[in-house]
T-cell receptor
Framework: AQKITQTQPGMFVQEKEAVTLDCTYD???????LFWYKQPSSGEMIFLIY??????QNATEGRYSLNFQKARKSANLVISASQLGDSAMYFC??????????????FGKGITLSVRP | EPEVTQTPSHQVTQMGQEVILRCVPI?????FYWYRQILGQKVEFLVS????????KSEIFDDQFSVERPDGSNFTLKIRSTKLEDSAMYFC???????????FGNGTRLTVT
């Protein structure tokens, strides 16, 4: 089974509006972390936001927030007040386990976001 | 802000040749990784490195691949005999602690002809 599922093929949003990018995950480990990364057309991977499985509150970082629904195993990224520079590929990723050695991230397929002026 | 640096940004090589991709992780980070991304596809884990040894590797990371941290600052990925299907963007990443985010370099685009 896929560990990270991102099924939206491509998203469009009007500048200054909010947009939600979906991510569901699959793990039986009680300790895990969820991450979102942005990859603009230039190719670099930019860390946006992190949510730990034991965190009581949804993570926020500036215009980014994570809608974490643990029972549904979803970790959707919400971008408020979209800007043209938000046009990029967005990847959801998960790290499982409580030991340092098993610290890799597993990525979803990504979602393309296009912001319209 | 400290960053992960990768060199070269683009490498072209002939099939069967050896390539070494170089990375300088962030200095106080303890966990190091290589990932690859074939054009337009998902980011795939290759290998993680901690305490001077490989801690995990994927099935992609076969005997043709090796990693080294030769001098305490550089972290290298060697592909001994490149194949056409090795053409991809290779990302190095590092993490301060296991709970922390991975910080990625800008990648090396490897083209095997």
């Amino acid at each position: 089974a896929q560990k990270i599922t991102q099924t939206q093929p491509g998203m469009f949003v009007q500048e200054k509006e909010a947009v939600t990018l979906d991510c569901t995950y699959d793990t039986s480990d009680p300790s895990y972390g969820l991450f979102w990364y942005k990859q603009p057309s230039s190719g670099e991977m930019i860390f946006l936001i992190y949510q730990g499985s034991y965190d009581q509150q949804n993570a926020t970082e500036g215009r980014y927030s994570l809608n974490f629904q643990k029972a549904r195993k979803s970790a959707n990224l919400v971008i408020s007040a979209s800007q043209l520079g938000d046009s990029a590929m967005y990847f959801c990723a998960m790290r499982e386990g409580g030991t340092g050695a098993n610290s890799k991230l597993t990525f979803g397929k990504g979602i393309t976001l296009s912001v319209r002026p | 802000e400290p960053e992960v640096t990768q060199t070269p940004s683009h490498q072209v090589t002939q099939m069967g040749q050896e390539v070494i991709l170089r990375c300088v992780p962030i200095s106080n980070h303890l966990y190091f990784y290589w990932y690859r991304q074939i054009l337009g596809q998902k980011v795939e884990f290759l290998v993680s490195f901690y305490n001077n040894e490989i801690s995990e590797k994927s099935e992609i990371f076969d005997d043709q691949f090796s990693v080294e941290r030769p001098d305490g600052s550089n972290f290298t990925l060697k592909i001994r005999s490149t194949k056409l299907e090795d053409s991809a963007m290779y990302f190095c990443a590092s993490s301060e602690r296991w709970r922390r985010a991975l910080h990625f370099g800008n990648g090396t685009r490897l083209t095997v002809t």
